[in-house]
């Protein structure tokens, strides 16, 4: 950085009166005027802010710290550090040989899969297992594609940092690594690595495997056997969401992170809800994630907000926020997409896990009594869950965003009725170790796990994968990829 630079931000705060106004000692100025230098990490960041005190003479040393402080949100941790990162985002084509030499990673040991398990549209992810000498598989990982279906969207500001011909990144995995970075990144899905092809118009990015899927396939499992999702677990998701929630509104569970621009996720529902088995606890722990081009930052004065994130018809319509569809009615016509949008999305989780559909097909313009028509409550979750849980539920659901719960305010019930009748034994069972715990309900909570392919034979996965292959083929569906 040329000195120059650092002379004029350092003469412009040291002799400007209003960072001083009780006065200062020479070895005060010079301690807060550096850490505020160093903080704006980049040089670019620090010419922009430059050029900032020049265009206003009157800029205090706060005001650089805030505008610091926005730097430090809006750049990822860098791309980082293990081995197998930069090594699966190499890989575009399936393997199954992990004698293949040139498939090792670092660590000698060699990561084979690559096959689709899911997505829709415009995404597609494959899991790649890495096998020990054994050939036991040791350890997993999703990598996500993703084909922007619009052209026009590779040039959108809104959903890129930087220019993606030029190392820019998408926001989905800006605003998801950042999320991570937050004391409440526990409730999001790792992600560990991007990369951008846009020569080949798709990006994409390794996460964490989540051993026990989703909750939309959870629901299934569930239904499969005619039951109901157990009471505990659906207060351990409730929490789970608010508290990511809470984070992706002010960028930390326990205060609010100066310059946080609020995260709208668009389109959280339950199959963009993961699960994975956690150490100690009978219950999978939820983890967000799958914020593909629909997330967003925003704050109140957004010019973008609402009228072009409407326009540009985000996520899934029958979980989507009433003020945030293309032809919302009148009375949100001047309501913006904040946080309030994603308590509703919590809610139409809960309520779709709770009464055990499918989302409806939704239409994009809905008044009030519309809502209230499609969110009815079948008479099984009537009957079968505590009207605590229910009532929290209904608090998301409110048609007005400014009715609607805030994400404290669900951590909040959650913390008052703990240890309360019927619910609050259930919410002192979401985090049971076991079935065999005392007072656990076996016969209404008791948890309907998938297998987990932690540690199997890598020749049994492959077995299993063929197997789904051959029978999706025998049905007449030929390009599974």
């Given at each position: 950085?040329?000195?120059?630079?650092?002379?004029?931000?350092?003469?412009?705060?040291?002799?400007?009166?209003?960072?001083?106004?009780?006065?200062?000692?020479?070895?005060r100025?010079t301690?807060?005027?550096?850490?505020?230098?160093?903080?704006?990490?980049?040089?670019?960041?620090k010419?922009?802010?430059?050029?900032?005190i020049?265009?206003?003479?009157?800029?205090?040393?706060?005001?650089?710290?805030?505008?610091?402080?926005?730097?430090?949100?809006?750049?990822?941790?860098?791309?980082?550090?293990?081995?197998?990162?930069?090594?699966?985002?190499?890989?575009?084509?399936?393997?199954?040989?992990?004698?293949?030499?040139?498939?090792?990673?670092?660590?000698?040991?060699?990561?084979?899969?690559?096959?689709?398990?899911?997505g829709?549209?415009?995404?597609?992810?494959?899991?790649?297992?890495?096998?020990?000498?054994?050939?036991?598989?040791?350890?997993?990982?999703?990598?996500?594609?993703?084909?922007?279906?619009?052209?026009?969207?590779?040039?959108?500001?809104?959903k890129?940092?930087?220019?993606?011909?030029?190392?820019?990144?998408?926001?989905?995995?800006?605003l998801?690594?950042?999320?991570?970075?937050?004391?409440?990144?526990?409730?999001?899905?790792?992600?560990?690595?991007?990369?951008?092809?846009?020569?080949?118009?798709?990006y994409?990015?390794?996460?964490?495997?989540?051993?026990?899927?989703d909750?939309?396939?959870?629901?299934?499992?569930?239904?499969?056997?005619?039951?109901?999702?157990?009471?505990?677990?659906?207060w351990?998701?409730?929490?789970?969401?608010?508290?990511?929630?809470?984070?992706m509104?002010?960028?930390?569970?326990?205060?609010?992170?100066?310059?946080?621009?609020?995260?709208?996720?668009?389109?959280?529902?339950?199959?963009n809800?993961?699960?994975?088995?956690?150490?100690?606890?009978?219950?999978?722990?939820?983890k967000?994630?799958?914020?593909?081009?629909?997330?967003?930052?925003?704050?109140?004065?957004?010019?973008?907000?609402?009228?072009?994130?409407?326009?540009?018809?985000?996520?899934?319509?029958?979980?989507?926020?009433?003020?945030?569809?293309?032809?919302?009615?009148?009375?949100?016509?001047?309501?913006?997409?904040?946080?309030?949008?994603?308590?509703?999305?919590?809610?139409?989780?809960?309520?779709?896990?709770?009464?055990?559909?499918?989302?409806?097909?939704?239409?994009?313009?809905?008044?009030?009594?519309?809502?209230?028509?499609?969110?009815?409550?079948?008479?099984?979750?009537?009957?079968?869950?505590?009207?605590?849980?229910?009532d929290?539920?209904?608090?998301?659901?409110?048609?007005?965003?400014?009715?609607?719960?805030?994400?404290?305010g669900?951590?909040?019930?959650?913390?008052?009725?703990?240890?309360?009748?019927?619910?609050?034994?259930?919410?002192?069972?979401?985090?049971?170790?076991?079935?065999?715990?005392?007072?656990?309900?076996?016969?209404?909570w008791?948890?309907?796990?998938?297998?987990?392919?932690?540690?199997?034979?890598?020749?049994?996965?492959?077995?299993?994968?063929?197997?789904?292959?051959?029978?999706?083929r025998?049905?007449?569906?030929?390009?599974?990829?």
């Open positions: 950085m040329a000195p120059t630079t650092w002379n004029t931000f350092r003469n412009h705060h040291w002799n400007l009166a209003a960072n001083w106004p009780g006065g200062a000692t020479s070895k100025k301690r807060e005027i550096s850490a505020v230098w160093k903080s704006l990490l980049t040089p670019q960041a010419r922009r802010e430059v050029g900032s020049r265009n206003d003479p009157s800029r205090t040393l706060a005001q650089s710290s805030s505008a610091a402080q926005r730097i430090v949100n809006d750049i990822p941790p860098p791309s980082p550090g293990p081995t197998y990162v930069p090594f699966l985002l190499r890989q575009d084509d399936r393997v199954i040989n992990p004698d293949a030499v040139n498939q090792a990673d670092t660590t000698g040991r060699a990561w084979v899969g690559g096959w689709s398990i899911g829709r549209g415009s995404n597609r992810a494959c899991p790649w297992y890495r096998v020990d000498d054994d050939d036991n598989v040791d350890d997993r990982r999703i990598v996500k594609d993703t084909y922007p279906i619009d052209p026009l969207d590779w040039i959108d500001a809104t890129w940092q930087g220019d993606a011909r030029e190392d820019g990144l998408p926001m989905e995995y800006v998801h690594k950042r999320l991570r970075g937050t004391n409440g990144g526990e409730h999001f899905a790792d992600v560990e690595g991007c990369r951008v092809l846009a020569r080949r118009w798709f994409r990015f390794v996460m964490e495997y989540c051993d026990q899927k909750a939309q396939d959870l629901k299934k499992r569930y239904a499969l056997w005619r039951e109901m999702v157990p009471e505990p677990f659906l351990r998701l409730l929490e789970s969401l608010a508290l990511a929630c809470k984070a509104q002010d960028g930390a569970l326990n205060a609010v992170v100066v310059g946080w621009q609020e995260i709208i996720h668009r389109d959280l529902k339950p199959d809800v993961f699960l994975a088995s956690e150490d100690g606890r009978l219950y999978p722990k939820p967000v994630a799958d914020f593909a081009e629909f997330a967003i930052e925003t704050f109140p004065d957004d010019p973008f907000n609402p009228r072009i994130y409407r326009e540009q018809r985000a996520g899934h319509v029958a979980c989507a926020a009433p003020e945030s569809l293309n032809r919302c009615h009148d009375s949100l016509e001047d309501d913006q997409l904040l946080s309030a949008a994603n308590v509703w999305c919590i809610g139409i989780t809960m309520w779709y896990m709770m009464n055990n559909r499918h989302y409806d097909s939704g239409h994009d313009w809905w008044d009030a009594d519309d809502y209230r028509d499609a969110n009815q409550w079948d008479e099984s979750p009537l009957n079968f869950y505590s009207q605590p849980l229910i929290a539920v209904g608090t998301c659901l409110q048609f007005l965003p400014a009715n609607r719960a805030t994400p404290q669900l951590l909040d019930r959650i913390a008052a009725n703990a240890g309360i009748g019927r619910a609050g034994q259930c919410i002192n069972a979401r985090d049971a170790v076991s079935e065999n715990d005392a007072g656990f309900n076996q016969a209404d008791h948890y309907i796990s998938t297998e987990d392919e932690w540690r199997r034979p890598w020749a049994d996965v492959l077995r299993e994968q063929e197997s789904i292959e051959g029978d999706i025998a049905r007449g569906i030929v390009d599974l990829y």
